[in-house]
């Protein structure tokens, strides 16, 4: 079975750090490309951004450019979001999903996400 | 940057009814758009991609058309189930969302 299993919620104060993770299994990880999209309380799905974990191409949606770093793990099919100081704003449910896929034969760069991780409760507050 | 829009934001309905919900993209996409439902807490989930073909189990009373700008999700019978959020997504080039449509019981 294709699944995605992500890190647990996370309450953490303005300033601090995060790394949040999403783990890949049942499928070639270093294949396909990982999403990660954002879902602020109440409201709607936001792209962040993604990676290919076989070469770490990593592409940002700009309003999250210099915001959050993404990046991927291929030895433990791993891929991760991580912010340097969060703040408040960052309050929000996070999903990975898997994407597009590339091999030697053939390449589908964009494609629906399908399937997506459980999602990360990240809280700010002070 | 492609921009998505949906359209109704909110729209309320009947078990039984059939419903249609629109969404437009600011340039061509062709077909290179999915739908998604989620459900309050959950994750969403893909219910149409390519703009037509419909994702393995998902119940034939939802139905996906168009190309190029306008795309519509029609459910031709509402099932309690169905109340939920539904999203569209181009993937032309990178992701956008619409902004999703509430689908509320009358």
């Known amino acids: 079975e294709v699944q995605l299993v992500q890190s647990g919620a996370e309450v953490k104060k303005p300033g601090e750090s995060l790394r949040i993770s999403c783990q890949g299994s049942?499928?070639?990880?270093?294949?396909?490309?990982i999403a990660w999209v954002r879902q602020m309380p109440g409201k709607g799905l936001e792209w962040m951004g993604i990676?290919?974990?076989?070469?770490?191409?990593?592409y940002y949606r700009p309003s999250f450019q210099g915001q959050v770093s993404i990046s991927a793990d291929k030895s433990t099919s791993t891929a991760y979001l991580q912010w340097t100081s969060l703040k408040a704003s960052d309050t929000a449910t996070y999903y990975c999903?898997?994407?597009?896929?590339?091999?030697?034969?053939?390449?589908?760069?964009?494609?629906?996400?399908?399937?997506w991780g459980q999602g990360t409760l990240v809280t700010v507050s002070s | 940057d492609i921009q998505m829009t949906q359209s109704p934001s909110t729209l309320s309905a009947s078990v039984g009814d059939r419903v249609t919900i629109t969404c437009r993209a600011s340039?061509?996409?062709?077909?290179?758009l999915a739908w998604y439902q989620q459900k309050p807490g959950k994750v969403p989930k893909v219910l149409i991609y390519?703009?037509?073909t419909l994702e393995s189990g998902v119940p034939s009373r939802f139905s996906g058309s168009g190309s190029g700008t306008e795309f519509t999700l029609t459910i031709s019978s509402l099932r309690p189930d169905d109340f939920a959020t539904y999203y569209c997504?181009?993937?032309?080039?990178?992701?956008?969302f619409g902004q999703g449509t509430k689908l509320e019981i009358k």
């Open positions: 049942g499928y070639s990880f270093t294949n396909y490309w």
């Open positions: 990676i290919f974990p076989g070469d770490s191409a990593t």
């Open positions: 997504q181009q993937y032309k080039s990178f992701y956008t």
């Open positions: 340039q061509s996409i062709s077909s290179w």
């Open positions: 999903a898997r994407s597009g896929y590339c091999t030697r034969i053939n390449c589908v760069t964009y494609s629906r996400f399908d399937p």
């Open positions: 390519d703009a037509s």
